[in-house]
């Protein structure tokens, strides 16, 4: 988290805040999630999904919250990721918004 609050101009670091907010989504999964990449076992980057329902789609669907990429990765444009990819809940989906017509 001390990158992006790093990055970010209107943000000030409050290490409290930040905790409750991580620990209150990793205690309560279905209000979001928490993904965490890591290349030979240090950090290198996190994900974080907040779920709600879209009046679009009348259906549940999650929310980018944060990125972060740890700036190495980002200057390589690469890092390997030691874990594979977290396995989605029975009966979820992943898709794509798609575009309105132009009235």
Do not use: W
Not at 14 to 27: F, G, K, M, Q, Y
Not at 65 to 83: G, Q, S
Not at 84 to 92: A, C, E, L, Q, Y
């Amino acid at each position: 988290m001390r990158i992006a609050v790093a990055q970010e101009a209107e943000f000030t670091p409050d290490v409290e805040a930040h905790t409750r907010a991580l620990s209150t989504i990793i205690a309560n999964p279905d209000m979001g999630s928490i993904t965490v990449a890591k290349d030979q076992g240090r950090v290198v980057g996190m994900v974080s999904l907040l779920f709600t329902v879209s009046t679009a789609l009348g259906e549940r669907v999650g929310l980018l919250e944060d990125m972060i990429v740890a700036p190495a990765c980002l200057a390589r444009r690469r890092c390997r990721v030691d874990a594979p990819p977290p396995r989605r809940r029975k009966g979820s989906r992943m898709r794509l918004p798609q575009a309105y017509p132009a009235n």
